[in-house]
C-alpha cells in the first residue's frame, strides 16, 4: 500500500517553502530516501507521520487522507515514525514505553501490554524489557522505537536517519532488523548511508531541494553512476551527479 504525497506544500517561514507542489509515492518494500542536508527529507517525513500537516495538497496511505481530520486516527494507526531523537520517557520501563505508545495509537491498555511482549522479542529487546528507557544506549533507544511502532502494528514505518552515530557493529544489528521485519512492514528509511544499499532496500528515491531527482531500482540507481565507475563508488558517484547539495 503506497504512502503518496499529492500537491503538497510546506514552509516552516512563509517566504521560503521547504516543498512546493511536491507529489511522490513510495511503493511497497524497503525505500531509502537521499538527499543532501536541508533537502527536506525529514520535513517530509514529518509530513508522512502526520507530525506536520502540509499547507496544500494531501498525504495518504491507501484511501486514509492524514489531512482529513476524519481520517486521521487511523491513518496515525497504520503509520509508525522513529525521529532523529527517539526519546526515553522519563520514569517507564522499556516495555512499559513500548506498550503506552501503543495505548496512544489506540490500543487498549491490556492489548498494548500483551503486544508488547512480542514486539520488544523482534527487535531483541526482550532481556532489558524491565530496565528504565532512559538508561538504553542509542542503538538500544533506536530498536526501543521500532518496537513501539510494531506495537500498534503500523504497515508503513518512517525512520529518519536511524544509524546515525551507531558503532559498525549497532549498525549491521540495525540493517539485520530492517532486512528481517521488511517481509512485513514497510520502511521509508532517511539516511546518508549509501553502503549496504543493495543488501536493504527495494527502490531508491534521491530528494534534493524539496523534489525527487530519483526513483527508482537500487540497480538503476547505480547505473547512473559513470560507466567504469568501480563497484565499491557507484552508489557515491550516482549521488554525487543527480545533486546540487544544500544552498
Ligand atoms: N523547525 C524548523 N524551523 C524552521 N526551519 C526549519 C525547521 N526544520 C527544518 N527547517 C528548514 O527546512 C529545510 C529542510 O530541513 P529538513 O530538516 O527537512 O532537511 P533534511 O533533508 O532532513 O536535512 P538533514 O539531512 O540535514 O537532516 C532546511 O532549510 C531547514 O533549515
Given at each position: 500500500m503506497p504512502l503518496r504525497f499529492t500537491d503538497c506544500s510546506f514552509s516552516y517561514r512563509a517566504d521560503t517553502p521547504v516543498l512546493d507542489h511536491l507529489t511522490v509515492?513510495?511503493?511497497?518494500?524497503?525505500?531509502?530516501?537521499l538527499g543532501p542536508n536541508g533537502a527536506g527529507k525529514s520535513t517530509l517525513l514529518s509530513l508522512g507521520?502526520?507530525?506536520?500537516?502540509?499547507?496544500?495538497g494531501s498525504v495518504t496511505l491507501g484511501r486514509a487522507d492524514s489531512v482529513r481530520r476524519r481520517d486521521r486516527r487511523a491513518y496515525r494507526q497504520r503509520v509508525g515514525w522513529l525521529p532523529q531523537d527517539v526519546k526515553p520517557i522519563p520514569a517507564l520501563t522499556v516495555r512499559e514505553q513500548a506498550a503506552y505508545v501503543g495505548w496512544l495509537k489506540g490500543l487498549s491498555k491490556s492489548e498494548a501490554w500483551d503486544r508488547s511482549a512480542d514486539a520488544l522479542n523482534r527487535v531483541r529487546l526482550t532481556e532489558l524489557g524491565g530496565r528504565k528507557s532512559h538508561e538504553l544506549s542509542g542503538g538500544q533507544l533506536r530498536r526501543l522505537g521500532i518496537a513501539q511502532t510494531l506495537v500498534h502494528q503500523a504497515e508503513v514505518v518512517l525512520l529518519d536517519?536511524?544509524?546515525?552515530?551507531?558503532?559498525?557493529?549497532?549498525?549491521g544489528v540495525f540493517r539485520d532488523l530492517l532486512a528481517e521485519l521488511s517481509t512485513s512492514v514497510h520502511f521509508?528509511?532517511?539516511?546518508?548511508?549509501?553502503?549496504?544499499?543493495?543488501?536493504?532496500?527495494d527502490t531508491v528515491i534521491v530528494f534534493d531541494r524539496g523534489q525527487p531527482v530519483f526513483r527508482g531500482s537500487v540497480a538503476e540507481f547505480f547505473s547512473a553512476a559513470p560507466a567504469g565507475t568501480a563497484y565499491e563508488r557507484r552508489a557515491e558517484s550516482a549521488y554525487r551527479g543527480l545533486v546540487r547539495g544544500e544552498v
Open positions: 509515492d513510495f511503493p511497497e518494500g524497503c525505500t531509502v530516501l507521520a502526520s507530525a506536520l500537516a502540509p499547507s496544500t536517519e536511524p544509524t546515525a552515530g551507531l558503532d559498525p557493529v549497532q549498525r521509508i528509511v532517511s539516511t546518508h548511508q549509501t553502503d549496504d544499499l543493495a543488501a536493504i532496500y
